[in-house]
């Protein structure tokens, strides 16, 4: 290539440039101007030739065109350097400069080139993100929840960052923190469990966690935490690093595990407990209560209790109820409740009513205990009873007295000193001659608590060499918010666009950390007024909790999710904040999701100071703690049963120290529960029962319960109570035995009672037994009457027929038709008679028949007593359907006898049908077996259905269908021996259905009528 065109390319470079490239000579004239520098400053070529080179120089710049010279003389390059030009219009621009020598064919230096490149939008891009890190390091310092920043590294997580929040929280300082890992301070049996969840996330499995945990404090206290940890991604997109939100819950937790102790005791309680609103709803219902009513707790709650009240105790419970409402308890009452099916138990119950914090009656609790067996034996007896990551700029802090405090890598890197050497070192070693009255300057506003804003400056490098930064100054506060330094960040602006795009890095990891984090987070306006507070950023996960999408979010506040009751105390809060009372607060409260449904959250809350100093913004995190609020008021409402129960309820440990000691205890015994707690329980034994004591706690000890029993304790003035006591091992969360609770109730009434009772049944049992031997006389005169019957009446009627039939034999010839017929009308009447003698000794043997109980197949005997009305009329076509599998408790010979007559029955009222038939089945009913005969014979008019079972009633004419109506009469008889009943439906003309029921409580035993 010549010469010529070597230039001629150079000056096609020059001339499409974007910088502002001209040349001057040595004294200063402008002598060519590209258009880079027209479209830069404004000048066209025409009107920049020609002038000095300052033309366009800030006022007090143009000395420094003689410094310059003397360089280029020299043949020295001036480096890129950051400068100001005026454009045309007057505006200020930022440049870096660089100045080059231009020599004429000879090599002499005879002028001067100059490239000015626009770092404005650069400059202000750069503050806006400095401005963007200071909030969010503010954030990070000033929030009410411990947080930190940790290496990816899942078994050896290295602090990279804590605040002093969390600091505050463990017990030891920000220097010895950094100086752990988290592993350090989780206890050895919990390590596992962290190191999974960190792995996960270094796998990129998940991106977030959250669980309780217990941490090791510096004093070696072990407390618990809430804890929220979130991985962030890296420039690579990779899981870099994890930030982690701690929250104290040790009083809460501790708090919590007491009201599970209590609940503990309900759900392991052998007796039935339950609770109810005074509106009579079912609140709780625990495992005793679904193994005595048979109902499960989800089928039962939010139910009326009438459910398993009978009817005839309903005057009883409205009673009790106003006892209660009243605040007074009901102990040890007998009553009877209703099982699921409707079977009836016999219960001794305690109604206690159930107490908020103020002292109001807001419920009931009731413990019921199952004395059926014992009801039974007293029958027998009685009868027959629970960020900010390191900034890429040098950060270096250092007191008023200018010792250097602190040193980061980037200082290091930036200054070229390590933190070993400057840290205790005066920091006017890394200033230029002559700065010291500059410097002092900013420090004096810093201890005002002023944040001086970014600035030039300049600082010497380990080297000696001077670099141009960009400076601010930041008051450093101790935790009681006194100024103690001043924390300085230098940007090396000598290599700017590196630097810019390295905190714009920074940046997007900071907003990784707050989209990512497990936890809701939003940053919001700080007003008084919650409805002129917008949002200005908010997370997913914020958005999840609610149920907005993160636009709605955007367009609304926070007094738009608020209840209206609850907004007062979040101005209060809001007014603390903006008079910087408070920094950050923690608080439960309630939100309106966008569904309407309420949820609870555990919402810290910090104020965010602007570049005033004063707070502006607040940055929340929002957990849902809606499950678990439930299940503390669950829990709570099963501790308020224990401590309002009438029954004394106590917990103890293994030893048998007594570990709670509620009201009801108390009163049964006299103690308070600042006397008893803390006590061993056996001070209650009297000294002839200590060993079954003893044997009683190496049951529980063992897992074992002990089912109700009396016995006798002892009260505080020494009195001997009989007592009725359920004792049962309370279970932690892993199903060990933590201890057992016992619930006694004071039986000395019931006792009394006992006695009035045994005195009672003696007169009792002579009054039986003269009935008995009047009942035995009148038997043996029901005998010698059915005796005269079977005899005595008898033989006449034979006479009556065996002399009309001889008549009709030898003197048919002489007798003429009428006299024929009423012979044969004799001997019917006669024949009628037989049958009802012989009817009414079968309703007078069953009505004193033993009644022997087993188990009868009723629909084997149905089968028989049909196939024998077959066989006795086989030119009837009757169809019949026996349900199988039809079984009763019950004497099979009078149960045969029951069944000839109903199934008799059917068969003689279908007797005029052409398609006749008769179905024998049994159907559950109102909790109970119903069997049944039906028929579409004659049937009857159920007005008349009273007369039915009454001895020689009939409801069709002997001419029409014949019978002497005593079968009916003898079923009901037989029915009513097995203590069941027996009832009828029909339509006349379309048949009938006979429905009886025998109580399922039979058993294979023998009962005399």
């Not at 009047?774 to 006449?796: C, G, W």
């Not at 089945?921 to 039915?948: C, M, P, S, T």
Request: charged share 25%; glycine share 8%; net charge neutral.
């Amino acid at each position: 290539m010549t010469p010529y065109r070597a230039a001629e390319r150079l000056a096609a470079i020059v001339e499409n440039s974007n910088d502002a490239i001209f040349s001057r000579t040595l004294d200063g004239t402008i002598l060519s101007w590209n258009a880079g520098a027209e479209r830069m400053l404004g000048y066209t070529e025409t009107e920049a030739i020609g002038k000095p080179a300052t033309f366009n120089l800030p006022p007090g710049r143009q000395s420094n065109l003689a410094r310059n010279n003397e360089k280029l003389l020299r043949g020295e390059v001036t480096a890129p350097h950051e400068s100001s030009r005026l454009t045309k219009d007057g505006r200020m621009i930022d440049v870096l400069t660089s100045h080059s020598p231009i020599r004429d064919s000879a090599g002499k230096i005879i002028g001067a080139s100059v490239i000015l490149q626009d770092i404005s939008a650069l400059k202000r891009a750069a503050a806006a993100v400095q401005e963007s890190e200071e909030r969010f390091r503010a954030a990070f310092e000033q929030a009410g929840v411990g947080m930190a920043l940790s290496s990816m590294d899942s078994r050896d997580p290295r602090w990279l960052r804590v605040n002093q929040k969390l600091c505050d929280i463990l017990g030891y300082t920000r220097e010895e923190l950094l100086q752990l890992t988290s592993l350090d301070i989780t206890p050895p049996e919990e390590q596992q469990v962290a190191i999974d969840h960190n792995e996960r996330l270094s796998r990129g499995e998940i991106k977030n966690y959250s669980r309780e945990k217990r941490y090791v404090r510096k004093d070696g206290q072990s407390i618990w935490a809430d804890l929220s940890v979130s991985s962030v991604s890296g420039p690579d997109g990779r899981p870099a690093q994890v930030i982690s939100v701690v929250r104290d819950i040790t009083a809460s937790k501790r708090a919590e595990e007491a009201r599970a102790q209590l609940a503990a005791i309900v759900d392991s309680s052998n007796d039935a407990i339950v609770s109810v609103s005074l509106d009579r709803k079912i609140l709780s219902w625990n495992a005793a209560a679904e193994h005595l009513f048979g109902y499960a707790a989800s089928e039962i709650i939010g139910q009326d209790m009438s459910l398993f009240i009978p009817l005839d105790r309903a005057e009883e419970t409205a009673h009790n109820r106003a006892l209660l409402a009243q605040g007074h308890a009901v102990i040890d009452r007998e009553s009877v409740r209703l099982a699921k099916g409707g079977r009836r138990i016999q219960v001794s119950l305690s109604q206690s009513p159930i107490r908020d914090a103020s002292g109001a009656v807001v419920g009931i609790s009731l413990i019921y205990r199952d004395i059926s067996e014992r009801k039974q034996a007293e029958q027998a007896r009685d009868n027959l009873a629970a960020i900010v990551e390191n900034s890429n700029d040098a950060i270096i802090s250092s007191s008023f007295s200018g010792i250097i405090l602190s040193w980061n890598a980037a200082a290091e890197r930036v200054l070229g000193y390590s933190a070993g050497e400057m840290i205790g070192r005066p920091n006017t070693s890394i200033y230029p001659p002559g700065w010291t009255s500059r410097i002092a300057r900013n420090i004096e506003r810093v201890r005002r608590g002023e944040v001086v804003p970014p600035h030039e400056s300049h600082r010497m490098t380990k080297d000696g060499r001077m670099i141009d930064v960009l400076t601010s100054h930041s008051p450093i506060r101790d935790p009681d918010g006194n100024i103690v330094g001043a924390s300085v960040i230098l940007h090396d602006i000598s290599a700017l666009k590196q630097a810019a795009a390295a905190v714009q890095a920074s940046e997007e990891r900071f907003r990784a950390a707050f989209e990512q984090a497990g936890v809701g987070m939003g940053l919001r306006a700080l007003d008084l007024d919650l409805s002129n507070a917008p949002w200005l950023r908010v997370n997913q996960k914020l958005c999840d909790i609610l149920g907005y999408t993160r636009e709605e979010l955007l367009r609304i506040s926070s007094a738009d999710f608020t209840p209206p009751e609850d907004r007062q105390a979040a101005i209060d809060y809001n007014e603390k904040l903006l008079r910087g009372e408070i920094k950050n607060y923690s608080r439960e409260k309630r939100y309106v999701r966008k569904d309407g449904r309420i949820i609870w959250a555990d919402v810290s809350v910090s104020s965010v100071s602007g570049p005033d100093g004063r707070p502006s913004q607040v940055i929340s995190v929002v957990r849902d703690i809606t499950d678990s609020k439930r299940a503390e008021e669950a829990r709570a409402r099963l501790a308020a049963i224990v401590e309002n129960s009438g029954d004394a309820i106590i917990g103890r440990a293994l030893d048998g120290t007594i570990t709670s000691w509620n009201a009801g205890a108390e009163q049964v015994y006299g103690y308070t529960s600042g006397e008893a707690i803390g006590r061993n329980a056996i001070m209650l034994i009297p000294p002839e029962r200590r060993d079954h004591f003893e044997s009683n706690q190496k049951l529980l000890r063992d897992g074992g319960a002990r089912p109700p029993y009396e016995s006798i304790n002892l009260a505080k003035d020494g009195r001997r109570i009989p007592i009725s006591a359920s004792l049962f091992p309370i279970y932690d969360a892993e199903g060990k035995v933590t201890g057992c609770a016992a619930i006694i109730r004071d039986i000395s009434e019931r006792k009394r009672a006992e006695q009035e009772i045994l005195k009672l049944n003696a007169e009792l049992e002579q009054r039986v037994a003269e009935r008995t031997r009047q009942l035995e006389a009148t038997n043996k005169e029901l005998e010698a009457f059915s005796y005269s019957v079977s005899h005595d009446l008898r033989a006449p009627l034979r006479g009556i027929d065996g002399f009309s039939q001889l008549l009709l034999q030898k003197y048919a010839g002489q007798l003429d038709a009428a006299g024929s017929d009423y012979l044969q009308r004799i001997r019917r009447a006669s024949l009628r008679m037989a049958e009802l003698i012989d009817d009414l000794l079968q309703l007078s043997k069953v009505s004193r028949a033993n009644v022997t109980i087993e188990t009868v197949d009723l629909s084997r005997l149905a089968r028989s007593v049909l196939s024998e009305l077959g066989d006795r009329e086989p030119q009837r076509s009757v169809a019949t359907d026996v349900q199988d599998g039809v079984e009763v408790g019950g004497d099979p010979r009078l149960l045969r006898v029951a069944l000839e007559n109903l199934l008799g029955n059917a068969w003689k009222f279908t007797g005029k049908r052409e398609e006749a038939r008769i179905r024998f089945g049994a159907r559950e009913q109102d909790g109970e077996q119903a069997v049944f005969v039906e028929d579409n014979g004659a049937g009857f008019d159920i007005e008349y259905a009273h007369k039915l079972f009454g001895a020689f009633q009939r409801l069709h004419g002997a001419a029409e269908f014949e019978g002497t109506g005593i079968g009916l009469a003898t079923v009901q008889r037989i029915i009513n021996l097995h203590g069941g009943r027996i009832w009828a439906d029909s339509t006349l003309g379309k048949g009938a259905t006979f429905y009886f029921v025998i109580p399922r409580a039979l058993r294979h035993e023998t009962t005399t009528a």
